[in-house]
């Protein structure tokens, strides 16, 4: 008998190892970090690691040492893992000729910081949406940006991605990546990627599996808009939390829409630091923001966004302890479904699952480490 070939069969499943490449995840960071742009310089990361490790010292005397000695050790030495320039929000609509200033300005920045052996394994900056009704402001900063960067530092140093805020229309996505390509060819580079903010209920309607493909492979990312996106729902000022169950609801759209895909996911942010540096509002904010990480870890997404130097103490406190809570159980759960496996005994765990845990060791392995690698290492 022969094997009969499945017409189109090969075309199908080319077209599934295309949109669901299920590639083993890269290092992706904890959190990413969100400076205005006028308030960037060459010591802003220096400055957040300081001001986090001096409040961690002052007030993480209730932590176990093992835990206290993580968190130190890392705000000593790699306080900021992926770094955000914001050009949009947090920065607001300035004249032209002050914009343009700010973008030449925090090109120079960056090439200090590159130079210094400094400038976090990712960083970036977040341009203008177009649905304000100005692309061509966007693209002067982005464009302007990236020309100085490549001036100041002889190269466009690893890890760089550009943030595309409040895409209410498809379309705008293509456009963006269009603009990525010309000035791929305009200066000479190549890869350019970007993330795009999930804020509005709109955006929910258009996130597929085939959406980054129609995209040239430049969509590395999909990062969750809060306080926009609660506003545009209609919930009330008090009601704008991460951990609400509308908050929920769009993260696992994310999240189906984008499994398999390799886009990584982040979710939003705290928009708080602490009223004084007295321990009770410390460890007020700390707990506040610990129990959002929290939630957002439980749910699945293991980046968020950090607004204040004092969130970085509670950020990597709050990794740590997730991931270390379930390591010993899940290696042990791996060793022995490979064991039961090779000795062709009983398996208890579904290989899903086991592919699972293993994922699992190799995220907390990455966020355990304090060594400060480059993009993609482990």
Known sequence: MHDEPVPGFAEVHAAQQARY??????WQPVHTVYVPADRFSASTVAEWGGRALSLAEAHLEAFAPDMRDRVLGKLAREPVEDLRIDFEDGYGVRPPEEEDGHAERAARAVAALHAAGTLPRRWGLRVKSFADG???RSVRTLGGFLAAVLERAGELPAGFTVTFP???MEEYLGQFAGVLERLEARLGLAGLRFEMQVEAPQTLSFLRAELPGTLGGR??????????????IGLPPHEQRLDHPACDHARHVMQTAFAGTGVELSDGSLAAGPASDRADDVHAL?????????????????????MHPAQLVSRFATVYAFHLAHYDSYRERVRAWEERRAAGGGVMDEPATVRTLAAALRRADAALSLRAGRPGDP
């Open 21 to 26: 490449p299920m590639a083993e995840p890269g």
């Open 134 to 136: 100005d692309p061509a």
């Open 166 to 168: 409040k895409v209410l």
């Open 219 to 232: 969509l590395a990312a999909a990062h969750f808009g809060v306080f926009d996106y609660t506003a545009a």
């Open 286 to 306: 700390w707990g506040r923001h610990a129990r959002l990480v929290g939630h957002s870890l439980a749910h699945g997404f293991h980046q968020g966004w950090d």
